[in-house]
C-alpha cells in the first residue's frame, strides 16, 4: 500500500510538472482546489452550524461539534485548508488591482473588481477561514496565520516593485480573518483550548518520544514503511495511558523517520527545501507578479504544513499529501516557468503553424 502511495506522489508530482506549464492552467489548477476546498468548509460549517453531524455519508461518532468536512478527523480539514488559503492568497497577490487616475475612474476601477472573480475568490477564502476556525483546531489555526505572518513578511521584504495594494491586502487578510470572521464564528474556543494544552492533558509527546525511540533503534532502514501501527503498542512507555490504537504518531517527522530511516527522510527534506528555496527565489528575482505570487503560495504552504506536521499527521492523509506535492511541483512553475509562457499544447500549435 505504501508503495503505491509513492508511485501515485510521483505521479502526481510528474503531471503537475508537465501539465501546469502556463499561467491559465496555474490558475485553473487554483480554482479547481479552491473550489473543491470551499465546498469542504461549506460542508463541514453547515453541519455545526445546523447540527446534523453528518461526515462521508454516514452519521459523525467522533468531533461531533466541530467542523471535519467529509474527513474523519477536523485536524485533516484543517490542514486542506492551510494548503488551499495559501493558494487563493497567492492568487490574490499574483494579479494585484491598480487604482490610478482620477477619483472617477479609481471608483470604477473599485466597481470592476466588485463585479470580478476576485471578490469570489475572497469570499471563497473567508468561507474557508470560517471552516478552519470552526474545526477548533489548535495547531491548524496556529500554522495558518503563523504562516500568513512568516509569508507575508518576506513577501514585504523581497517582492520587486511592491505595491501599496499588496501591503494592504496582506494587511487586510488578518485583521479581516481575526477579528471579524474570528469573532463571530468563535476563535476564542481554539484559544481557550491552547491555554488548556499542557504536558499533563496530551499524550502527544510522549508518543513523539516513543516514536523517535523506535527510530533510533532502526536508524538506517526504519522499521518499514506503514508498520507504525503493528511497532508502537509494543515499545510505547507507561506514560502513554490511552488504550487506543494509534494509527499514527500525530507527529509527520517522528513516524517518517521511524519507518523509513534516516537516509529517506533526508531526501524527502531536501525536496521540501528545495521547493521553498525555489518559493523564496520567486518572490526575489521574478519579475513577473504573477510567479511571485505563486512563490508566495509555496512558500505559505510549506511553512503552514510544517509547524502542523509537529503535532499531527496531515502528510499521512493521501489527498492532503497529494496537495502538498502538486505544491512542490509549483515551486518549480514558479521559479523557472517562462514570463509569458501558453500550454505546451498552444505551443505545438503555433509551432506547426510556423512550419506550414
Known sequence: MSLSQGLLYAAVFTLALLLVDSRQRVRQLV???????????LYGAFMVLTGLEYGFFAEKEHYRGVATGTYVNRNSLAGLMELSLALGIGLLLAEPTRYFGSARQRLRQLIEVMLSKKLILRLLLAIMVIALVLTRSRMGNTAFFASLMVAGALALVLMRNKTTATTVLLGSLLVI???IVGTFFGVEKVAERLQQTSSQTESRDEVTRDTFTIFLDNPITGTGAGTFTHTFPALKSPEVT????????????AQFASEFGAPATIALAIVVFWAFWNGIVAMRQRNSRFYQGVGFSVTMAIVAIGIHSTVDFNLQIPTNASLFV???ALSAVARWAPHNSTSGRMRRRTGRKASA
Open 31 to 41: 480554482w479547481v482546489v479552491v473550489a473543491a476546498a470551499a465546498f469542504q468548509a
Open 177 to 179: 480573518d481575526i477579528a
Open 242 to 253: 490511552s488504550f487506543g490504537l494509534y494509527n499514527n504518531a500525530h507527529n509527520d517527522y
Open 326 to 328: 502538486v505544491i512542490l
